[in-house]
């Protein structure tokens, strides 16, 4: 059974860090691209950032480059999402997914709230 397990959202003030962790099972990791979408109240889910099975290669939607850092770490099947100088904008629900050549899987979301 292929699960995937997001954690480390919760509320934050503007300007403050957060980082969220995936921790997938059932599938073997290290073969599978890592990718991070959001979902905000009344809008679609987006993509924000991907990272290669390898971690060689990252690319970031262009509303959060500069300022989130995705990474991954292979022998823990765990992927991250560092999250700094957050805006009320990034506030959503964040799903991380998995995929290999037209496989894909999703987490259940952790909400990430930005609020003063």
């Known amino acids: 059974q292929v699960q995937l397990v997001e954690s480390g959202g919760g509320l934050v003030q503007p300007g403050g860090s957060l980082r969220l962790s995936c921790v997938v099972s059932?599938?073997?990791?290290?073969?599978?691209?890592m990718s991070w979408y959001r979902q905000a109240p009344g809008k679609q889910r987006e993509w924000v950032a991907r990272?290669?099975?390898?971690?060689?290669?990252?690319d970031y939607a262009d509303s959060v480059q500069g300022r989130f850092t995705i990474s991954r770490i292979n022998a823990k099947n765990t992927a991250y999402l560092q999250m700094n100088s957050l805006k009320l904008e990034d506030t959503g629900v964040y799903y991380c997914?998995?995929?290999?050549?037209?496989?894909?899987?999703w987490g259940q979301g952790t909400q990430v709230t930005v609020s003063s």
């Open positions: 997914n998995s995929e290999h050549f037209g496989l894909s899987y």
């Open positions: 059932g599938i073997p990791f290290n073969i599978y691209a």
């Open positions: 990272i290669s099975p390898g971690g060689g290669s990252v």
